[in-house]
């Protein structure tokens, strides 16, 4: 099929979006190629479209499961084999998988950047024909970026497996700086760069600088018809706002990466179906799905960073039809991000602290500790060696840049089962075993294929249809799986924390302080950019265009500081036209003489206001001088 006829089929388009098929075409050309697209501009169907095309199978990078879930279940929507190998599989799980991926009629592969190097998946891909490698989010590629990832840096080693893949790297916001570091980090070809303008004509920016920030979000929910997302910086600030807008009766609900996948589906369905105005989140919510009439985006604190900013503002006004990207500011707001800076980048000696205090926590011995995975609950980590979070966080970001240790999002999978012993040996079971009978044959009338492969299960549903409590649904499937009848793995909401390297002593860890200093120095300047943006009196969109090295950028017209600017203008100007009146009615003068007697403005904004005066047929120009139309 060309092209055209799998947009139509699949995704029922008639035509691309501007710079889609031009991209498209540079892939199924065999050109490595980087897209900047912004937020909705359409980039998943950058890879998926050629990888449909051509013969093989494309692999997609990720740094976010949720992502993957979604693009996953997107595209099995549609009859188009896809699936994602994400922390918490097993390992048979995942060798099912990537035997589909080389033997089945699987499309698309969904990794993330450090599962791609994990040993089975490597020695699997090399029997892979590959057509495509994507690469999402690929800003975090490049140190100079606001969300770079350690592990990404690996990727272009993928080359060394597969040399004549060819690359397609994506992402929504770079500069010029960060577009550079992806195109050498990931050893293009050539440099190959389709940039889409990142300006926003429909969306309207302000920075409303508020004592009562509670008032004013009341103000922007209320009076901006149709659905927004409100952006909060914690999993806590999300509640108390989403409690706050129900309490002043506008529909809201919250949404964080600590809810379970369950919850967020029915969350994120309520929003997107108009059932509730506001969704309240963390910047864990946005990325992926497809909302196009957002009519407004709200920052209740300060993002990370311009980059930030522009991707989840970007979410509003998808439909090209007029938005609005609010952010509310208080000068306390800088003090907050100024200790949040310090927090972010904890001492050498204090991370060295942390991972004294880590080894410890699991029990673990000098020269012990390789290959082990623990679940980490990391508010009772901090509570025991009375450490901050986002400290401890932080700290634990540089060690597993320098490969001690690293922390596993929560897959949020579901519970999986499968029986391991054969029927016979089962029914045996069963009779000798009458408390189980019933439970078991609860199981195999609601599961199908559960000899076959570990499948997934509800424990609250199974809980219901015996008429037990989950508590005790619980406690029967792991006894089944210590009697070895069944296989058991309940879902965990808790990220792993696994041991590349055997415990080091304290004062033998290396960390990479020019890393470090880097790293501290690229934050501060975007620290700085955020702040500017938010403090200063220019033009939003031309500030924003600005730091992405847009060339001739122009000012918007319709955001806060244009508007304001507009707004003063007209007022001087009407000033200025009144003392003009008042001036001519008593005498005839010339510009000159006119323009030395007006108190207020320049001599443009003098000039402008006498020609719109004589526009308006209120003032005609005599060859005495200008004087007051009869």
């Not at 050109?31 to 494309?58: N, R, W, Y």
């Not at 800076?341 to 001492?347: A, D, H, L, R, V």
């Not at 069944?486 to 390297?501: E, R, V």
């Not at 122009?554 to 003392?579: A, M, P, W």
Request: proline share 3%.
């Amino acid at each position: 099929m060309t092209t055209h006829q799998v947009l139509k089929k699949y995704w029922g388009f008639d035509n691309f979006r501007p710079l889609q098929l031009e991209i498209i075409q540079s892939i199924l050309n065999k050109h490595d190629t980087l897209a900047l697209l912004p937020t909705g501009g359409g980039k998943s169907l950058c890879f998926q479209i050629p990888a449909m095309v051509m013969e093989g199978i494309c692999i997609v990078i990720s740094p976010l499961i949720a992502l993957m879930k979604d693009q996953v279940e997107n595209l099995n929507s549609k009859g188009i084999q896809a699936i994602s190998i994400t922390s918490g599989l097993t390992k048979r799980e995942i060798d099912i998988a990537l035997d589909n991926c080389i033997y089945g009629k699987i499309k698309f592969l969904y990794l993330s950047p450090e599962r791609l190097f994990s040993d089975i998946v490597t020695e699997r891909i090399k029997h892979m024909k590959v057509n495509l490698l994507a690469i999402d989010e690929a800003h975090c590629i490049s140190q100079w970026g606001y969300d770079f990832r350690p592990p990404y840096l690996r990727i272009a080693s993928f080359r060394n497996i597969h040399p004549q893949v060819t690359v397609l790297a994506l992402t929504a916001s770079a500069t010029h700086i960060v577009q550079n570091d992806i195109v050498t980090k990931l050893n293009f070809t050539s440099k190959n760069i389709f940039k889409k303008s990142f300006e926003r004509k429909n969306l309207s920016y302000a920075v409303l600088i508020q004592d009562n920030k509670l008032q004013k979000l009341i103000d922007v929910c209320t009076n901006v018809k149709g659905t927004g997302i409100v952006y909060a910086s914690t999993r806590k600030q999300t509640l108390e706002l989403s409690t706050f807008l129900n309490q002043h009766h506008i529909l809201a609900d919250y949404y964080h990466a600590g809810l379970d996948a369950q919850q967020r589906s029915h969350k994120q369905n309520l929003w997107k179906n108009n059932k509730i105005k506001v969704i309240v989140a963390t910047n864990a919510f946005g990325m992926g799905i497809d909302k196009p009439d957002v009519r407004f985006v709200l920052h209740y604190t300060l993002p990370e960073s311009l980059e930030a900013y522009y991707q989840e503002a970007g979410r509003a006004g998808r439909d090209e039809k007029k938005a609005y990207a609010v952010m509310l500011y208080h000068t306390s707001d800088r003090q907050a991000f100024e200790r949040k800076y310090i927090q972010n980048f904890p001492s050498i000696t204090e991370i060295k602290k942390i991972y004294h205090h880590l080894a410890n926590y699991f029990q673990l011995a000098i020269g012990a500790g390789e290959g082990l995975s623990f679940e980490f609950n990391i508010a009772d980590f901090c509570n025991k060696f009375k450490t901050e979070v986002i400290e401890t966080i932080n700290a634990i970001k540089f060690l597993e840049r320098d490969e001690y240790i690293t922390l596993s999002e929560n897959a949020l999978l579901p519970s999986r089962l499968q029986f391991i012993v054969d029927g016979e040996n089962l029914y045996r079971f069963q009779v000798e075993n009458h408390k189980y009978d019933g439970f078991i044959k609860n199981i195999l009338r609601t599961y199908g294929g559960a000899f076959d492969n570990l499948i997934h299960i509800n424990e609250t549903d199974i809980a219901k249809r015996f008429g037990i409590s989950i508590n005790k649904t619980k406690a029967m499937l792991n006894e089944l799986n210590n009697y070895q009848i069944i296989t058991y793995a309940p879902q965990s909401h808790q990220p792993q924390l696994y041991f590349i390297k055997p415990r080091w002593p304290t004062d033998q860890l290396i960390i990479d302080t020019n890393y470090y200093t880097h790293r501290k120095t690229t934050y501060y300047n975007k620290m700085q950019a955020i702040l500017a943006y938010a403090e200063n009196e220019i033009c939003r969109n031309l500030s924003i265009l600005k730091y992405f090295n847009e060339k001739n950028p122009q000012k918007c017209g319709i955001c806060d500081v244009c508007l304001r600017k507009k707004k003063d203008n007209q007022s001087l100007e009407i000033d200025i036209q009144k003392q003009i009146i008042t001036l001519l009615k008593n005498d005839e003068l010339n510009l000159h003489q006119l323009l030395k007697k007006i108190k207020k403005g320049n001599d443009e904004d003098k000039i402008n206001a006498l020609r719109n005066l004589l526009d308006a047929k209120l003032v005609k120009n005599t060859p005495e001088g200008y004087t007051i139309s009869s």
